[in-house]
């Protein structure tokens, strides 16, 4: 079990290292880390979770592009303000914790996941 949760972190770095190759992180957002690998890790969850996927599974390797598209989305959106729903109610800097609101249709997760239609498994 503590293997495949290292596994599940190590994608969720990865994602962010993705981030930082397309240029969309840089230096300057050191301090913001954390929070965005929460982010990473919660759109992760969005997706398997609508993919009827475990959550806690590793993330197929052919969502991972989609998977970088969507947690940058999302983060970007939350930096802008998203709206009332959807929105991050609360970040702490020690031990990390990010507890979002409800989803809405209006993030950007919500408004990509039907890309994810390939993977999506019936209930």
């Known amino acids: 079990m503590a293997e495949h949760r290292e596994n599940v972190r190590e994608q969720v770095a990865e994602i962010l290292e993705n981030w930082k190759t397309l240029g969309w992180w840089g230096e300057e957002q050191i301090p913001e880390e954390q ?3 929460l982010v990473i890790s919660w759109t992760a969850d969005r997706m398997l979770a609508w ?3 475990p959550l806690g599974a590793q993330v197929p390797q052919g969502m991972k592009g989609i ?3 969507l947690s940058y989305a ?3 959106w939350l930096l802008e303000g998203g709206d009332a729903v959807g929105n991050a109610v609360s970040i ?3 031990d990390t914790a990010v507890r979002f609101r409800e989803s809405s249709e ?3 997760v919500s408004r990509g996941l039907e890309r994810l239609r390939p993977w999506r498994r019936l209930p």
């Open 35 to 37: 929070a965005a690998l």
């Open 51 to 53: 993919c009827n996927i």
């Open 67 to 69: 998977w970088t598209e």
């Open 74 to 76: 999302q983060w970007q």
């Open 92 to 94: 702490t800097q020690g």
């Open 106 to 108: 209006d993030d950007p």
